[in-house]
């Protein structure tokens, strides 16, 4: 079964530790994305990656690293300079540059940082 | 800017019909999406549009799309208790989607 996988589901995390949320994919996608999701608010992109070991800066980048090592694999580090952690946390992945550029989710990772 | 909006709350009742509005400010957009999202889960693609287009029918699903207004609908058709989620509408530029703040779709009997 082709798809993305994000683990764990829900994660705990004390105040001041970086941790770490995974996004595994066997679809053969090029790119791969992290999205934030907030009560209320839509999406909210964090980084990006087109291709294996590079990767852009979304629109709330601060606080969050990413590293593309691999083309199935896209792992996102929240760090302790993140204000804010707690949160949903999405990964997406799709063909790079092919219309009708379709994103394909996992299941999500909600962060609860105390 | 790039800007996707939408209201955030939509009642039905069961088998009427449910339309979710949305607007999007960037005239460049090339496709709009609907995305599902059930709660605790990540999105799933409903239904999309070329920007060339103003319809698309798939089952119980109308997309309806005026670019002059840059507003963009989507109708369900005979809305059953399956379809309470929230709805996100989203436009693409480039390599980025722009998503809207989703509007939550709760059917009562």
């Known amino acids: 079964d082709g798809g993305i996988t994000q683990s764990p589901k829900y994660l705990f995390r004390k105040e001041g530790q970086n941790v770490t949320l995974s996004c595994e994919q066997n679809?053969?996608?090029?790119?791969m994305y992290w999205y934030r999701q907030d009560p209320g608010q839509g999406l909210r992109l964090i980084y990006y990656?087109?291709?294996?070991?590079?990767?852009q800066k979304g629109d709330i980048a601060e606080g969050y690293s990413v590293s593309r090592e691999k083309k199935e694999s896209f792992p996102l580090t929240v760090t302790s300079a993140q204000k804010n952690p707690t949160a949903f946390y999405l990964c997406?992945?799709?063909?790079?540059?092919?219309?009708?550029?379709?994103?394909?989710f996992g299941p999500g990772t909600r962060l609860t940082v105390t | 800017g790039e800007d996707v909006e939408q209201s955030l709350f939509l009642s039905v009742r069961e088998g009427d019909s449910s339309v979710i509005n949305c607007t999007y400010t960037?005239?460049?957009?090339?496709?709009l999406y609907w995305y599902k999202q059930e709660p605790g889960a990540g999105l799933q693609l409903l239904t999309y549009i070329f920007s060339n287009m103003d319809m698309k029918q798939d089952q119980r699903l109308t997309v309806l799309l005026n670019k002059k207004d840059k507003h963009l609908s989507l109708r369900i058709a005979d809305t059953q208790t399956g379809d309470s989620a929230i709805y996100f509408c989203a436009s693409r530029r480039a390599s980025k989607i722009i998503f809207g703040s989703g509007t939550r779709l709760s059917i009562r009997p």
């Open positions: 997406a992945s799709s063909v790079a540059d092919r219309d009708p550029y379709e994103q394909y």
């Open positions: 679809l053969n996608h090029d790119a």
């Open positions: 960037d005239s460049s957009s090339t496709y």
């Open positions: 990656s087109q291709i294996v070991n590079d990767f």
